[in-house]
């Protein structure tokens, strides 16, 4: 069974204070691990697609890596609005694999 | 361009009523998804289709029926509603693009149903 731990649940930071997003997996042959952003109230917003180890994707102040067992969500100098639950999910080789979800990291930056 | 909707934005349903949600993408996605969201827990697939007149079983189908009747829409129904349905429920779509690894999926905004 496919699955995504996301750690940690919540992360505080102060404006301009860099951090990262865990999310670790187990899944029968990756085909796609996915990061979104997900606003109160809103649905989730696609950020990133990564396919092999090694593969490192960006986006303003976002960056996504991947090894064998998970992904890191690097965020560089932080602002408020970069504020929102970050959710991983990832896809498993074969037809019509589904995505399975992490529960999701809650960010919230201060000014 | 107005990507994947969702109707109604709010539901407030009493037990033991019906009522179906109705998804719709204007990006001539192949596939579509419903998915529930609870506190404390990741998205989890009720019901999926992968094109038109074809719908299957996710992770979490009982209690909800789904149809695909047109390419655009994806309609989840809920015949008999149980307090246990109480949640958020997002659509989305993608487009399987042949020989790419992987796919993103597009999100609907969500509606927010309480069952009382």
């Known amino acids: 069974e496919d699955q995504v731990t996301q750690s940690p649940e919540a992360l505080r930071l102060q404006e301009g204070e860099s951090s990262s997003l865990n999310c670790s997996y187990t899944v029968s042959g990756l085909r796609g691990l996915f990061w979104y952003r997900q606003d109160p109230g809103k649905g989730p917003e696609f950020l990133f697609t990564l396919y092999s180890a090694g593969e490192e994707k960006e986006k303003e102040r976002l960056k996504a890596t991947l090894t064998k067992k998970e992904s890191f969500l690097h965020i560089t100098a932080p602002k408020p609005e970069d504020s929102a639950t970050y959710l991983c999910a990832v896809q498993a080789s074969g037809a019509n694999s589904k995505l399975t979800f992490g529960k999701g990291i809650t960010l919230s930056v201060r000014p | 361009n107005a990507g994947v909707t969702q109707t109604p934005k709010f539901r407030v349903l009493k037990t033991g009523q019906s009522m179906t949600l109705l998804c719709a993408q204007d990006?001539?996605?192949?596939?579509m998804y419903w998915y529930r969201q609870d506190p404390g827990m990741g998205l989890r697939l009720i019901h999926y289709?992968?094109?038109?007149?074809?719908?299957a079983k996710g992770e979490v189908p009982d209690g909800y029926n789904v149809s695909r009747l047109k390419k655009q829409n994806f309609l989840l129904g809920l015949e008999s509603a149980a307090p246990s349905q109480t949640s958020v429920y997002f659509c989305?779509?993608?487009?399987?693009?042949?020989?790419?690894?992987?796919?993103?999926?597009?999100f609907g905004p969500g509606t927010r149903l309480t069952v009382t």
């Open positions: 989305a779509s993608k487009d399987p693009i042949p020989g790419l690894a992987g796919e993103e999926q597009y």
């Open positions: 289709s992968v094109g038109e007149g074809t719908t």
């Open positions: 990006m001539n996605h192949e596939y």
